[in-house]
């Protein structure tokens, strides 16, 4: 069976500093997609950034980049210059096509933003 | 675009009530997933439909759930009778296979059983 999982519940940074989310999965496909989301208290689902797993490349959206290690599975979040509106819940998540056809979610981390 | 719409935000009543949660889809996205989140087991995919058509509903805990899906632009998630149980936050997503399978949430349904 795929899962997704995430060993930090809770994840605490300093405004302006880095900090990185970890994710690993299990997958016998070779075929998937990573996401990461986040979800503010508002409740809203928000895509933070996608990594196709046949890319080597790393993505990279703005302040949010990702390090994805596909020998070892592992698809961890790096926030650079942290925010105030970054403190939210953060999702690591895989899909697999085919006759999967889903999206699995990690258990999130909470991450706080110190001023 | 308006994005994924949901109806209601906000949904309180009393155990053995019908509850209907609804959802339109992004326009020209061709599937739709409901899932169920709460503290206990995060998020739970429920069923997910393409094109209208129910694909997998292997998460709906049992019959008291049910789902629909008429046209493109809308569907329906429906709970009869509601138990204290079912309190959770309940999203819809819509996705195309053009997206890369980006699922697009919308701003979820909180439900809560008496």
């Known amino acids: 069976a795929q899962t997704v999982t995430q060993s930090q519940p809770e994840m605490s940074v300093q405004e302006a500093e880095t900090v990185t989310l970890s994710c690993t999965y299990d997958t016998s496909e070779s075929d998937y997609y990573l996401f990461w989301y986040k979800q503010p208290p508002s409740r809203q689902m928000i895509l933070v950034i996608r990594?196709?797993?046949?890319?080597?490349q790393n993505a990279t959206e703005n302040r949010f980049s990702v390090n994805f290690q596909k020998a070892a599975k592992s698809f961890s979040l790096k926030i650079s210059d942290s925010q105030l509106g970054d403190a939210a819940m953060y999702f690591c998540?895989?899909?697999?096509?085919?006759?999967?056809?889903?999206?699995?979610f990690g258990t999130g981390t909470l991450l706080a933003v110190q001023p | 675009d308006a994005g994924v719409i949901q109806s209601p935000r906000h949904e309180v009543t009393e155990m053995g009530q019908e509850v209907t949660l609804r959802c339109k889809p992004i326009?020209?996205?061709?599937?739709l997933f409901w899932y169920r989140q709460t503290m206990m087991r995060g998020l739970e995919l429920l069923i997910y439909?393409?094109?209208?058509?129910?694909?997998?509903d292997s998460g709906m805990p049992e019959d008291r759930f049910s789902a629909k899906m008429p046209n493109a632009s809308f569907s329906t998630l429906k709970i009869q009778p509601s138990e204290p149980r079912d309190s959770a936050v309940y999203f819809c997503?819509?996705?195309?296979?053009?997206?890369?399978?980006?699922?697009?949430f919308g701003p979820g349904t909180r439900l809560t059983v008496l």
């Open positions: 326009s020209g996205h061709d599937y």
């Open positions: 990594q196709e797993a046949y890319k080597q």
């Open positions: 998540a895989s899909y697999y096509g085919g006759a999967t056809n889903k999206l699995i």
């Open positions: 997503a819509s996705t195309s296979w053009d997206r890369g399978y980006e699922q697009f």
């Open positions: 439909f393409n094109n209208n058509v129910p694909i997998d």
